[in-house]
């Protein structure tokens, strides 16, 4: 399989080592959100995206900062912690009855949920899956 040149720019941008500190983990974050930020995600970026993950799941596993939540109680602990209600996460679901649905426990997350989500602040999809 041939390496892509977009591919190999990305990781002369940003080569991915494993991560030793909060400061590389703030940095390998930001390049998560930079990639996150872009409308559409090429082949490349998603596999970059995936080696940043999983360098970041890595080093939190290490240092077992991770929090054991996932699915909808992440989202309203997200929510609470950014101080955000049910009509700002209304874009992220489309409408009000789903946006209500999904918080009142009612419709489990789907994937595009958690893709719309992992956008919407900032994370990788997989923390809103159980580990």
């Not at 940043?52 to 054991?68: S, T």
Request: aromatic share 8%.
């Amino acid at each position: 399989m041939l390496t892509s040149d977009l591919y190999l720019e990305l990781l002369k941008t940003f080569p991915p080592r494993p991560i030793t500190s909060e400061g590389e983990l703030m940095e390998t974050q930001n390049q998560v959100a930079r990639l996150l930020d872009s409308k559409e995600l090429t082949r490349e970026e998603k596999d970059a995206l995936n080696v940043f993950g999983i360098l970041i799941y890595e080093y939190e596993q290490k240092q077992d900062i991770v929090p054991d939540i996932y699915g909808i109680e992440l989202l309203k602990t997200l929510m609470e912690e950014m101080g955000l209600a049910k009509p700002d996460i209304i874009p992220v679901f489309e409408t009000e009855a789903i946006a209500t649905d999904i918080l009142d426990e009612k419709q489990p997350l789907t994937i595009q949920h958690m893709e719309k989500l992992a956008r919407f602040f900032h994370v990788l999809p997989s923390v809103f899956l159980p580990s």
